[in-house]
């Protein structure tokens, strides 16, 4: 906190003029037809919260009616107290009782393209009803029960999503580790949850090769480890055909005990407020926490918001490109995809396999008509090029959506052109594992955007940018972004960690939720999220967000990529230190020197001297957590010559840092 922005000062608004209203073509066939019919809805929704809460939840299933709507003890809420239902029967049994049974709900692409045609898989709701039975089925004849947690590490295989659904139908706790995480991760994960079943497979394919999964399982479950004495079952898939070891006694395949299980598991009744899953943060500071959601909240909020989000209707071909390790998987691949009666595309490998246009041809294969992916990967597309895309025809995309972080304005207008050819609205959803589903984002046929900015609060979403007193800071002053009132979705608790729950999200402004971000809410209510507040830098005495720096470096025709991090400076305070990846190769010499000033001079035009950063290094690669996040605790250790010492355990390629070094040094 001791960086949280004053009020007052804040120099690096980014000053955009770019509008984008949706055509009104859009509009017409909309859910939410305009920014007038919006604002209605949202003030009703903040005036009367439970009312239109209800609402919403009756347009999920119900096993029973809930009694109460909330329940609200701040910090703790119950939501739909007293109704009871379940998570898979709203996404899966329901579309086959409603007489959409045929439909495709899943539709898995694999990575290899042996003799150059894509591996598919299509499961429909009923093959899906059928498959999550005889899962949950199996789980119970290992002995799961409801509230036991479950472990799931696997690679984007459709029993991947069979598997949590599995879980759900029982009640029991999925705890989904993404399968790119270490041994370490897995060993911490399991005994965190004190989880007695592990689901995973030999491996998955990226780049053509095998990532073996299997193998860290029986790495972090090496005798001797808490771990290991907790685990009476892995359950492993067959995916590689590369028959890793079994542990006899633990170890079982997947087909052999699936082939035994009936295929008839009716939905287990579940208390709404029942534990869905833990899913433990990526986080780029600190100990993962096990963030826990609870089965009403979370089921109405995800499948509302995919919904208004992406305008989903039946039929939608809706592609996700985000793995189901994270946040955004559950949420907006599985769990509140589903229930609107589409196509999930689920693909299993990386966008550059077998070449660098994968993601624009399963596009045009497939017919997909929303996209949602990340800001990270829309600059690495960026920078292979637009021939790529326009090879390919993309006019079945009707919405196109991002998370993770701010999009940077050269980003989204690329995003927006190439990609969309300008047809499609851009939703720039903010939100977090913490808040289950989307807060702030753009509804496709009602918001004007503008780039950069995630827009408005969703329906029945609270939110304000304050000071530490919760009072409002003024129009495009940077504050702490908080959430005003309780929402389906948020998150119940850190698990096993009151007091971390409480100090991280519950007690910087009194009584509201703090996300962790800073931002600022411009003059016509749109919010620009600054990052996280740890990266908002106070420098002679103004505000930076970091970021903001970043998209003012990245809108130089050649930058392709920055991260910006502050450091203690003599006179300023803290100065500001940027790392940019070039379009080309670095250039070396004069010709650095003089790329270098002419970058500088770029951010001095687009956002002022305050903003200027003291130190600029080129470089090949940024230090990343495995969902894409910029690593900025580590490239400050490196400005400052600290010998890097501490938890890199969620660092994709730890070789960076030793380059990176040598750039500073250099
Ligand atoms: C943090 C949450 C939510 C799924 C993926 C990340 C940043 C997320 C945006 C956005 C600006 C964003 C925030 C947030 N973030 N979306 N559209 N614009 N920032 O989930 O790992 O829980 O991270 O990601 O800083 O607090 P997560």
Known sequence: ??????????????????????????????????????????ARSIAQPEAFWAEKAADCFWFKKWDKVLEWNSPDAKW?????????????????????????????????????????????????????????????????????????????????????????RIGAVHSVIFG????????????????????????????????????AVDEALKAGSEAANLVTSVVVVNRCNTNPPMVAGRDQAWDALMAKASDVCPCEQLDSEDLAFVLYTSGSTGKPKGIMHAVGGYMVHTAM?????????????????????????????????????????????????????????????HRVTKFYTAPTAIRTFMKWGRELVDKHDLSSLRVLGTVGEPINPEAWIWYNEVVGHGRCPIVD???????????LTPLPGATTTTPGSCTRPMLGIDMAVVDETGREVPVNEGGILVCRKPWPSMLRGVFGNRERFIETYWSKVPGMYTAGDGARKDENGNFWIMGRIDD?????????????VESGLVSHPAVAEAAVVGYPHDVKGNALAAFCILRRAIPTGAEGEALKKEILGHVRKELGPTSVPDKIFFTEALPKTRSGKIMRRLLKDVVVGKAVGQDVSTLDDR???DKLAVAVQG
């Not at 906190?1 to 017409?28: C, D, I, W, Y």
């Not at 908002?536 to 903001?548: K, L, R």
């Open 1 to 42: 906190m001791s960086q949280a922005p004053s009020s007052g000062n804040v120099q690096s608004n980014l000053h955009e003029t770019r509008f984008f209203p949706p055509s009104a073509e859009f509009s017409k066939q909309a859910h939410i037809k305009s920014i007038a019919e919006y604002e209605a809805l949202h």
């Open 655 to 657: 070789g960076i840092l």
């Open 180 to 215: 790119g995480f270490s041994a370490q991760a897995i060993k911490d994960r399991v005994e965190d949850g004190q989880s007695k079943i592990v689901i995973t497979a030999d491996g998955g394919w990226r780049r053509g090769k095998v990532v073996a999964l299997k193998d």
């Open 536 to 548: 908002i830098i106070i420098v002679a005495g103004h505000n930076i967000g970091t970021m903001e």
């Open 305 to 365: 918001t995919a919904k208004l989000s992406f305008d989903l209707k039946p039929g939608d071909v809706y592609w996700c490109t985000a793995d189901i390790g994270w946040i955004t998987g559950h949420s907006y691949m599985i769990y509140g995809v589903l229930p609107n009666k589409v196509t999930s595309i689920m693909y299993e490998g990386a966008p550059d396999a077998p070449a660098q246009d994968r993601f624009w041809d399963i596009i045009e294969r």
């Open 429 to 439: 959803t903010w939100w977090q594992t913490e808040t289950g589903g989307h807060m």
């Open 80 to 168: 739909f107290v007293g109704g009871k239902t379940n998570l898979c029967h709203n996404a899966v049994d329901r579309q086959v009782e409603e007489g959409h049974g045929d439909l495709v709900a899943l539709l898995w692409e694999g990575e290899p393209m042996p003799d150059g045609r894509p591996e598919v898989r299509r499961l429909t709701y009923k093959d899906l009803q059928r498959e999550t039975s005889k899962c949950a089925n199996m789980l119970k004849s290992l002995g799961v029960k409801k509230g036991d947690v479950v472990t799931i590490y696997m690679p984007m295989v459709p029993e991947l999503a069979i598997a949590l659904l599995s879980c759900a």
